[in-house]
Every structure is written in structure tokens, then in C-alpha cells.
């Protein structure tokens, strides 16, 4: 086994975060969804600007759903707990399918209030270019977080690929303790990637700018299998400003891989800050843990004993570090690579 030094809070307080969910039933704001598997449907500007959210749950779509916004959207969802700007969930086999046209725009206020959010048994596809501000203020960490995109395949028996992919363009930006610009959480069989080209700005403490990850459920009949993948191109664009904050987290949990590639930049400012943590956390996993940095990328962090790049592996596969950008470090005992 190889391991690198890592200062655990980070991981601990990434496996104890579970985003909020809403328990509202389906509103049904851009109608209602035709019969048959993974209905369509697009919505357009709303004069209220979708102040009470868009929200598809179960039973209104137990077949999954294909939801398009399109360029006119603005959802301005009024400030409260668990008030999400999107929602969509279903425990059928179908899969969630959302595409956001660029210049949408959906900003979300109040503790555990997400973005967007989907929640599903299959396939998670998350294609945008809208810009996502969300705002926590909780005045103290409680395990929980908001994040202007989420992603959760929760059940263990479950089988697709969670993908989100943010275009070059959009921003996401999140504030508050325990806040993310993106969130995806796998527990079943399948993949994980996610994909930035676009900004993403988180400010507050333990935040995340992108935190993807590859669970084993307690009590699941063996551990996850589910590969996680960060890839951020040249167009992106990562700052996160906390202590103990981290730029992108690649977690595996199970015996699949965790692998990041940075082609764009990402910056990370506060004591313990990390900027790409890439974690394999199964004692029997023969997979990698990986970071690459390309010619074209570039991770710098500032801070107290903060990190640029943090590779571990508790199983028996390979750590790899591959760096042909800039990594810098500044601050009393900060490090470049670990």
C-alpha cells in the first residue's frame, strides 16, 4: 500500500456531508409530463420567475424525464431551508436527463437550499450553461452542505453513470460553511464524471469546487464499483476561498478508480486548503488514484499548511502523479505535492 500524508478532516467531514433533500411533491411548473419512458419537456420565462422553484419528484415522474430550460429561464426561488431552485427525483429504472441553455440563471438562498438537484435509481445527465448562485447561511458546520449542482444515485442496487458537464461560459458560485459548485454521489454500480469547462467561486469554509464521489452504502451486499473522474479543460476556472477548503475531490470508496485531469486553473486560499485531493479509501481496491496536471493547467494554493495536490491510496493499487503545468504553494508549511 502506498499513502501519502494527508490531514484527515477534509475526507471525514466530505463522508459525513449529505445534501439536504426536499420532501415537496411534484409542482409540475412547466406541465405536466406526458406518459411513457423519460417524457420531454421545455420551459420557457415565467412571470414570477419561478419564485416556488421547478419541481418534478415522485409519483410525477416515476418513468424519469428529459427537461430542457431554455434561454429565457430565470428561477429566483424565495429564500428558505431546503428551498431548491430545481428538483427532480424519481425511484423508477428510468434515468433524469437536464439540459440548461446558456444564459439561464438560477440563484437559491437558505440553509441546505441546492441549485439544482437530481435524485435517481439510473442515469444522471446534467449538460449546462447556466449560471448558479446559491447562498448557505448557516453560522456553523453541521454535516450538511449546498450546492449549486447535485447529483445523488442513493441506492446501492441502483445502475447508470451519473455525468454533469458544465460549459465553458457559465458560472457556479456557492457561499457559505459546507458549500460546493458541484456535487455528484454514487452508491450503486456505474461511473461518475464530471466535466468544467465554465468558473466555478466557492467561499466558506470546508467547501468544495467540485466533490464527486464513489460510495459504498452500509449494509450494501460489497463495495461500490463506481469509477470517479474530474476533468476541468482548458476554458475552466476553480477558486475556493476557506480554511480547510478543497478545489476538486476525486473519492473512491469502493474499488473503482479516482482521477482527476486539470487543463484550466484552480486556486485554492486558506489554512488546510487543498487544491486537488484524488483519494482511493478501499483497503482491497487494486484501482488508482490519479492527478494530472497538463502543460495547459495550473493549481496554486495560499495558506497555512495548505496543499497543491494531495494523491492517496489505501488499497493495494498505484498512486500517480503526473504534473506538466504550474503547481505552487505559499504559506508557512504549505506543500506542492504530497
Known amino acids: 500500500m502506498r499513502r501519502i500524508g494527508f490531514r484527515p478532516l477534509p475526507v471525514a467531514a466530505a463522508l459525513g456531508m449529505q445534501f439536504g433533500l426536499s420532501s415537496a411533491w411534484a409542482a409540475e411548473e412547466c406541465g405536466p409530463p406526458s406518459p411513457g419512458i423519460e417524457p420531454q419537456l421545455t420551459c420557457s420565462s415565467d412571470l414570477s420567475q419561478y419564485s416556488s422553484g421547478i419541481t418534478y419528484l415522485e409519483p410525477s415522474i416515476p418513468h424519469g424525464l428529459r427537461l430542457k430550460l431554455d434561454s429565457t429561464v430565470t428561477v429566483l426561488r424565495a429564500p428558505g431551508a431546503a428551498q431548491h431552485g430545481v428538483d427532480l427525483a424519481t425511484n423508477g429504472p428510468n434515468a433524469i436527463h437536464l439540459d440548461m441553455a446558456d444564459g439561464v440563471r438560477i440563484s437559491t438562498s437558505g440553509v441546505h437550499a441546492q441549485g439544482v438537484k437530481l435524485k435517481g435509481r439510473r442515469d444522471l445527465i446534467v449538460d449546462s450553461g447556466a449560471n448558479i448562485d446559491v447562498v448557505d447561511p448557516s453560522a456553523t458546520p453541521d454535516g450538511l452542505g449546498t450546492a449549486a449542482i447535485v447529483a445523488e444515485l442513493d441506492d446501492p442496487s441502483g445502475s447508470g453513470?451519473?455525468?454533469?458537464?458544465?460549459?465553458?461560459?457559465?458560472?457556479?458560485?456557492?457561499?457559505?460553511?459546507?458549500?460546493?459548485?458541484?456535487?455528484?454521489?454514487?452508491?450503486?454500480?456505474g461511473s461518475v464524471l464530471v466535466t468544467t469547462s465554465g468558473e466555478i467561486?466557492?467561499?466558506?469554509?470546508?467547501?468544495?469546487?467540485?466533490?464527486?464521489?464513489?460510495?459504498?452504502?452500509?449494509?450494501?451486499?460489497?463495495?461500490?464499483?463506481?469509477?470517479?473522474?474530474?476533468?476541468?479543460?482548458?476554458?475552466?476556472?476553480?477558486?475556493?476561498?476557506?480554511?480547510?477548503?478543497?478545489?476538486?475531490?476525486?473519492?473512491?470508496?469502493?474499488?473503482?478508480?479516482?482521477?482527476?485531469?486539470?487543463?484550466?486553473?484552480?486556486?485554492a486560499t486558506g489554512s488546510w486548503a487543498t487544491g486537488l485531493v484524488s483519494f482511493v479509501n478501499e483497503p482491497d481496491s487494486q484501482a488508482r488514484a490519479t492527478a494530472l496536471i497538463s502543460r495547459t493547467g495550473s493549481v496554486h494554493v495560499e495558506g497555512d499548511k495548505a496543499s497543491a495536490v494531495n494523491v492517496l491510496n489505501a488499497g493495494e493499487g498505484e498512486v500517480g502523479v503526473v504534473s506538466a503545468g504550474w503547481l505552487s504553494a505559499e504559506g508557512e508549511n504549505a506543500r506542492g505535492v504530497n
Open 201 to 267: 467561486v466557492v467561499t466558506g469554509d470546508k467547501g468544495y469546487g467540485v466533490n464527486a464521489w464513489g460510495l459504498t452504502w452500509t449494509g450494501a451486499p460489497g463495495p461500490s464499483t463506481v469509477d470517479v473522474t474530474v476533468v476541468q479543460t482548458e476554458t475552466g476556472r476553480i477558486a475556493i476561498d476557506g480554511e480547510d477548503a478543497v478545489g476538486v475531490f476525486a473519492l473512491n470508496d469502493g474499488i473503482g478508480q479516482a482521477a482527476i485531469e486539470i487543463h484550466g486553473s484552480v486556486h
Open 161 to 189: 453513470d451519473i455525468v454533469i458537464n458544465q460549459r465553458a461560459g457559465s458560472q457556479l458560485q456557492a457561499s457559505g460553511i459546507e458549500t460546493a459548485g458541484i456535487l455528484a454521489t454514487h452508491v450503486g454500480q
